[in-house]
T-cell receptor, first 112, second 113 residues
Framework: QKEVEQNSGPLSVPEGAIASLNCTYS??????FFWYRQYSGKSPELIMS????GDKEDGRFTAQLNKASQYVSLLIRDSQPSDSATYLC????????????FGRGTSLIVHP | DTAVSQTPKYLVTQMGNDKSIKCEQN?????MYWYKQDSKKFLKIMFS???????INETVPNRFSPKSPDKAHLNLHINSLELGDSAVYFC????????????FGSGTQLSVL
């Protein structure tokens, strides 16, 4: 069974620190990787996508992908209290359906 | 001018009832989805429709049935509701070439009593 694993947390970091969120996946043929942010009581919102090994930066966010290790991470620099949310890792399965499989999410708390 | 809208936002009903949740998107996307998010926040795919054809159907009970009158709408019908159906149901849409880049509706909190 194809799985996407995340530590549920909560991950607590002080304001201004770097938050590091991690995700591993089981399907070695996975092609596309996404990070969604979900505030409490709200719907998930796409914040990053990454398709090839290495780093991809967008503002304070950096996604990192290592397909050999089946590992994708999200770094949030200069964390703000407004970044407090659940971060969901999603992976597009290989083999035709291309429907993203979500991890259970990591709860991030940024305290002032 | 909400991109993906679903109604109702809250749905409280008794066991055994039949209910529907409606979803509409105005993004011009050709693929729509229903996801179920349980109390532990696990987001699980239920259905996906592409150009009015079901392209995936996970192992959900046949009490759940998607209905798509056109590519802008994907409604969810649930028959004989059970306690375990209580969850948040999210509608989402995407463009086929960009699978994985989903736009979600605001969710429907279903409570079965």
């Amino acid at each position: 069974q194809k799985e996407v694993e995340q530590n549920s947390g909560p991950l607590s970091v002080p304001e201004g620190a770097i938050a590091s969120l991690n995700c591993t996946y089981s399907d070695r043929g996975s092609q596309s990787f996404f990070w969604y942010r979900q505030y409490s009581g709200k719907s998930p919102e796409l914040i990053m996508s990454i398709y090839s090994n290495g780093d991809k930066e967008d503002g304070r966010f950096t996604a990192q992908l290592n397909k050999a290790s089946q590992y994708v991470s999200l770094l949030i620099r200069d964390s703000q209290p407004s970044d407090s949310a659940t971060y969901l890792c999603a992976v597009n399965e290989s083999g035709g359906s291309y429907i993203p499989t979500f991890g259970r999410g990591t709860s991030l708390i940024v305290h002032p | 001018d909400t991109a993906v809208s679903q109604t109702p936002k809250y749905l409280v009903t008794q066991m055994g009832n039949d209910k529907s949740i409606k979803c509409e998107q105005n993004l011009g996307h050709d693929t729509m989805y229903w996801y179920k998010q349980d109390s532990k926040k696990f987001l699980k795919i239920m259905f996906s429709y592409n150009n009015k054809e079901l392209i995936i159907n996970e192992t959900v009970p046949n009490r759940f049935s998607p209905k798509s009158p056109d590519k802008a709408h994907l409604n969810l019908h649930i028959n004989s509701l059970e306690l375990g159906d209580s969850a948040v149901y999210f509608c989402a849409s995407s463009q086929r070439q960009e699978f994985g880049k989903l736009f979600f509706g605001s969710g429907t909190q279903l409570s079965v009593l």
